[in-house]
């Protein structure tokens, strides 16, 4: 796994869905993934993408009102928390 | 350690763990059952009088507390609530009317299967269906809408709840009911459940392992770090089951302890248990981690997991090892056309408000 990544976080499984789509047909690497741990104690559904593309995966949201939630950066920490 | 592993680490300790409790007493295949072990606290507290299935199980108070306590130190705990409750209620009463005409939660499904009952296997497909069915209306844009903070203490009714139940088992007062024979009689020592329990509670807030969630990801995202945990439980429990509980180990169909081998309604009462548990955005189990750390609406679910466990012997519709009932036939059907209506109903709402929204813009 990657030490870096970005995800975004919708509030509705569908979001996810049409995120995907707008992404692929736009041709940015993503990948929808179980929200991360660090974010939330939920299980719900948020994309994976590269965090040199934010900006433009942003603007593109706001161009085609595509709802997101949240942005978020994820650094996995070499020690490794049990508990 | 990779994700991979980690998951089907914490899986195997739940799994390692339902081997031990079936080994110190509890029912047969029955080493955690959330949905059996709600319906058991409903009859001890006289909600329901199924003489033979009453008993305030220390596993739940110690999921409760175990995930309470590790969301505190670990700061998940956040106070929330208000996201439909009421129709949470009424798939979180179908649900476990679903379970308990298959005979058990989806977690039991895993344990049933990996001590040699092919019965769960059914059951497990009826599960697969009724995942897919619900995924249907998660593509179409079901929501049951976006919680809100409450107030810091409707987050601290469930650890209290449980401490009460606590209370309850400990000095059993003569208002609790406490089976003398039958499933209910059947138990593992307190403490040994109440310890087993907190941990099973604690790896479950910490993983967020969900039966639902974690097939619901394979079908819809293709996504497989839940189901590690999964296969964690499965793999694990059965090689424990395997040295712990020989003598209870029984491939086949037939003779199964608190079970039945009518296929048809194995079957279907699992398919209405995955509609609802993806319809709630989790598993009974799942369910009772989210409403330890806070949750009301997974507070709520509970509730109605509850005292549907409790309408469930009081109508007769929960099964038995003899078979199923003309009644849990009904209620089976009745609770799939009731939760597609509420699912339909929801999608066809937010897809009218989503349209509406849109046109407000182009207006704009």
């Known amino acids: ?83 | 350690m990779n994700d991979k592993r980690k998951m089907f680490i914490y899986g195997g300790i739940i799994g390692l763990i339902g081997a031990l409790l079936l080994k110190f007493g509890n029912p047969g295949n029955m080493g955690i059952c959330v949905a059996c072990f709600y319906r058991d606290i409903a009859g001890a507290l006289g909600l329901h009088r199924a003489e033979i299935v009453q008993y305030i199980r220390p596993e739940i108070i110690g999921f409760i507390l175990g995930a309470f306590i590790i969301s505190i130190a670990n700061g998940d705990f956040k106070s929330r609530g208000g996201s439909s409750p009421l129709i949470r209620f009424f798939l979180g009463f179908f649900l476990v009317i679903g379970a308990l005409v298959f005979l058990g939660c989806p977690l039991r499904m895993i344990l049933r299967l990996a001590n040699g009952d092919l019965n769960a296997l059914i059951g497990l497909l009826g599960y697969l269906v009724g995942i897919f069915i619900g995924i249907q209306f998660l593509k179409r844009g079901y929501t049951l809408g976006r919680n809100i903070e409450q107030p810091k203490f409707s987050g601290y009714i469930m650890p209290i709840v449980a401490i009460v139940l606590l209370i309850f088992l400990i000095v059993k007062p003569d208002f609790i009911f406490f089976s003398e024979e039958g499933p209910g009689s059947m138990r593992a020592p307190i403490l040994l459940s109440l310890i087993l329990g907190m941990i099973v509670g604690g790896i479950l807030q910490k993983s967020r392992i969900c039966t639902a969630g974690s097939f619901r990801d394979i079908m819809l995202i293709k996504d497989y770090h839940f189901f590690w945990g999964i296969l964690g439980i499965f793999v694990v429990n059965l090689i424990a089951n395997l040295i712990l509980n020989f003598d209870t180990f029984n491939l086949g169909f037939e003779n199964q302890p608190v079970a039945h081998p009518v296929h048809i309604w194995n079957f279907m009462g699992m398919v209405l248990t995955g509609i609802c548990s993806v319809l709630l955005g989790g598993c009974p189990v799942r369910q009772t981690i989210l409403a330890s750390e806070g949750d009301a609406d997974a507070g709520i679910t509970v509730l109605g997991i509850t005292i549907g466990a409790a309408f469930a012997h009081n109508f007769g519709l929960a099964s038995s090892p003899k078979g199923v009932t003309n009644n849990g036939k009904v209620a089976v059907i009745i609770g799939i056309i009731v939760v597609l209506v509420i699912a339909y109903s929801v999608v066809k709402e937010a897809n009218l408000k989503n349209k509406q929204k849109k046109e407000g813009v182009r207006n704009a």
Not at chain 1, 14 to 39: D, G, N, S
């Open chain 1, 1 to 83: 796994m990657d030490d870096v990544y970005c995800v975004v976080t919708f509030h509705v499984t569908q979001h996810a869905l049409i995120f995907e789509k707008a992404m692929k047909e736009a041709q940015y690497p993503i990948k929808l993934m179980p929200v991360p741990r660090q974010v939330s104690s939920s299980c719900g559904t948020a994309a994976k993408i590269p965090c040199d593309k934010k900006e433009e995966i942003l603007n593109l949201c706001k161009e085609k009102a595509l709802p997101i939630e949240g942005f978020y950066r994820i650094e996995h920490k070499k020690k490794k928390y049990w508990f």
